[in-house]
């Protein structure tokens, strides 16, 4: 792999601590790059606390904001996503992210054919273009690998973009745990924005049963091919973050995130 390899901290990985407190473990890891996110209670954003605020702290620490997490479902318009959209956007820009994570819908009751949600994402691509270029944030498309989502593939979202004219404001975001799921084989370094990056340890667990509980922090015991994945992109052009979303308690609850995430660093560092 190139060295040395670009980290990031999602909130995700520290969903507990503050916000100065979370700045401050991603200046002592070495992260200058972080994601907050709007779904978590008790903190930022759902907490209330002004954009202006994040950027203050941000700035203070020579911290950046790589996105806000997440537009949800983005592929189901309708005029309560556009009212989320701008909502979105407007802190997004105010704070200084760069872009928006955009994830589709994961629902099982989605009755919708592969025509209509394949229409569904061109019209929601169409409509979010223009917002994103007047807030000058990028979208960040996230394929979720589930079985029962409505956009799994990169592939899919990647001839969405080009049809509808998008390639200036649109990103993918390359997750190893759902690109595992999703069996897919293509990469897009190209076009990717964010690499997003989580262990599963679990051999035993059936694919399809496989869910955000499950994904920690990456190591030895990895079988999502993290750092095959990873060398993939960089070999072929990607030169962004990697950035950490670790969704198990068992990391959430971890007593010391410093050392956990130094090690998983090093790890992939060495690999």
């Known amino acids: 792999m190139k060295s040395p390899l670009r ?8 969903p507990g601590l503050s916000l100065p407190d979370f700045i401050a473990l991603a200046v002592t890891l070495k992260c200058d790059a972080i994601e907050i996110r709007n779904d ?9 606390t002004p954009a202006s605020r994040v950027r203050e702290l941000c700035t203070a620490h ?19 996503r556009r009212a989320q ?42 409509e979010l273009a223009p917002i994103l270029r007047d807030h000058g944030i990028l979208g960040f498309i996230e394929p979720l690998g589930f079985e029962e989502c409505s956009l799994r593939r990169k592939r899919v979202a990647v001839d969405a ?28 370094p190209e076009l990717t924005g964010l690499v997003h990056i989580s262990g599963v340890e679990d051999a035993d667990a059936p ?3 496989i869910r955000d509980g499950h994904r920690v922090l990456v190591g030895e ?28 308690e068992s990391v959430h609850g971890l007593a010391d995130i410093q050392q956990a995430l130094g090690a ?8």
């Open 7 to 14: 980290f990031a901290l999602n909130r995700m990985v520290a």
């Open 40 to 48: 978590l209670k008790g903190i930022e954003i759902e907490d209330g």
């Open 62 to 80: 020579a911290i950046n904001v790589l996105s806000i997490n997440a537009l949800y479902p983005f592929d189901v318009w309708n005029d309560e």
């Open 85 to 126: 959209a701008v909502t979105l956007a407007t802190y997004a820009r105010e704070c200084g992210a760069r872009g928006l994570v955009m994830c589709p819908l994961n629902d099982r009751a989605d009755s919708r054919n592969e025509a209509r949600r394949a229409a569904g994402l061109r019209t929601a691509l169409s």
């Open 161 to 188: 973009i080009k049809a509808i004219g998008g390639l200036d404001v649109f990103r993918l975001v390359h997750d190893t745990f759902h690109h595992h799921l999703a069996g897919e084989h293509e990469f897009f």
């Open 207 to 209: 694919l399809a049963t």
């Open 221 to 248: 015991g990895d079988i999502l091919g993290n750092a095959a994945q990873i060398d993939t992109l960089l070999s072929t052009g990607y030169g962004g973050y990697l950035s950490f979303e670790p969704f198990a």
């Open 264 to 271: 998983s660093m090093a790890h992939l560092q060495k690999r």
